[in-house]
């Protein structure tokens, strides 16, 4: 093998990468933008729970499906939740203070009216999601739906 036909080859080897590379960038721009542009609207009913809402509401922020938002519902918390969410530095996090504890169904309900998603999804404050629960779910529905469109 000559010098030439190392060099023949690094460029293939490179122009693959570019490929590659090229590939990717489009695989997360669609998964930023048309493949779950529906945002999922998560409802977190709390009370007294700010031991364990942190955990919580990362486990929703860490998800893989991005289009995402959170409302806490805090159902007339006396101890320190207010202060720990309000703590998070992310717009996609909306806190309604309930002053009265009127019960977890009734908060639930309270977040639904608030929501801006296309779906509803609820977790418990002391409840931890699976880092793609939210990408499942979507990817199945959206399957079944359409599945169900063509018939």
Known sequence: MNYNDAT?????FGKLIIIILIFFFIIIKLKETSIYRDKISVIIPTFNRG????????SVLNQTYPNIEILVVDDGSTDNTEKLIKNFDNN??????????IGASHARNIGIMNA????????DSDDVYHIDKLEKQYNIYSFNINKLMKK
Do not use: E, M, T, V
């Open 8 to 12: 023949f080859h690094f460029n293939d």
């Open 51 to 58: 031991h364990l809402i942190i955990k919580s509401i990362k």
């Open 116 to 123: 801006s998603g296309k779906y509803i999804s609820f977790q």
């Open 92 to 101: 996609r996090i909306k806190y309604i203070k309930i002053k009265k504890n």
